[in-house]
């Protein structure tokens, strides 16, 4: 009977986390990270990130007796596939928990409100933010982005301003003095000048979230896998890298061909 229970409880539990899966978006994010797998030296999925959503509910009304469709929010857990050009690690690093880790987002107003109310996020920052760059937005040019936009179907984008707010999400060490300027409370930080593993997102020249990484063992919310591993690097090999050599034989041969 007490293994009947137990495997009563692991099913309803496999099925809770299907149906998370599910919600969060993660068989999406898994297809596009294979697709960066093939091509590129890896691929990168985030999550489960917290955020809040608008949600539907029935509830009982206690007047007519009947059940009626209420909007409201909730928090979620979703996953994300991360492109490779917006992550960057330590030169040092050899995998995800290992330097620090930087991932640049491109948000946009809805974004930025769906972390208000969120824990760790600071909802006064997020409000100057948004005053600040939420109609004009807010774009931290990289000398690649244009060649990245041609790539991905998107010749034009340099051509307007853009409504979209560019984030940078740090993974790493901070001092706990700099915690405290950024607004964690000193209750949190018992040696300012210690080490701590936190959480720390930079918009513009505002810190919308200061946090430390909750996680037990300090792992960050990414996986990472690459076609090739590479010993001792964070970067692996893509598919087309492992080829070249028969890709260049294959061009020169029908090259001669057609000569």
């Known amino acids: 009977r007490m293994k009947e229970r137990a495997q009563a409880i692991a099913d309803r539990m496999g099925t809770k986390i299907e149906d998370q899966f599910e919600e969060g ?3 999406k994010a898994m297809r596009e990270a294979i ?3 093939i091509t590129y030296p890896a691929g990168i999925i985030k999550g489960p990130i917290v955020r809040k959503r ?3 509910k029935w509830e009982l009304d206690e007047i007519t007796g009947k059940h009626r469709i209420v909007r409201s ?3 979620v857990l979703e996953y994300e596939r991360r492109a ?3 992550i960057y690690p330590s030169p040092s690093s050899t995998g995800i928990n290992d330097g620090d880790l930087f991932d640049r987002h491109r948000l946009r107003r809805s974004d930025l409100v769906a972390m208000k109310g969120v824990d760790g996020y600071d909802s006064a ?3 100057l933010v948004l005053d600040e760059y939420g109609k004009g937005g807010l774009r931290e040019w990289l000398w690649r982005d244009q060649e ?5 179907k998107r010749p034009n984008e340099w051509l307007g301003q853009g409504d979209t707010i560019d984030a940078l999400e740090m993974w790493g060490s901070v001092s706990g003095k700099l915690l405290i300027e950024w607004g964690m409370s000193p209750d949190q930080i018992t040696d300012p000048h210690a080490e701590y593993e936190a959480n720390v997102w930079l918009v513009g020249h505002y810190i919308i979230r200061a946090t430390l990484n909750d996680d037990p063992l300090g792992k960050r919310p990414y996986d990472k896998a690459s076609f090739e591993e590479n010993p001792g690097a964070f970067w692996g ?3 087309p890298e492992i080829i070249r050599d028969l890709i260049d034989i294959c061009n020169a041969a029908a090259r001669s061909l057609i000569n």
């Not at 990245?148 to 991905?152: D, K, P």
């Open 54 to 56: 608008k949600a539907i």
């Open 25 to 27: 978006g993660w068989e």
């Open 148 to 152: 990245r936009a041609t790539l991905e």
């Open 125 to 127: 920052a997020i409000d």
């Open 73 to 75: 929010t909730e928090f």
């Open 35 to 37: 697709k960066d797998v």
């Open 84 to 86: 490779p050009f917006d």
């Open 237 to 239: 090999m893509g598919l």
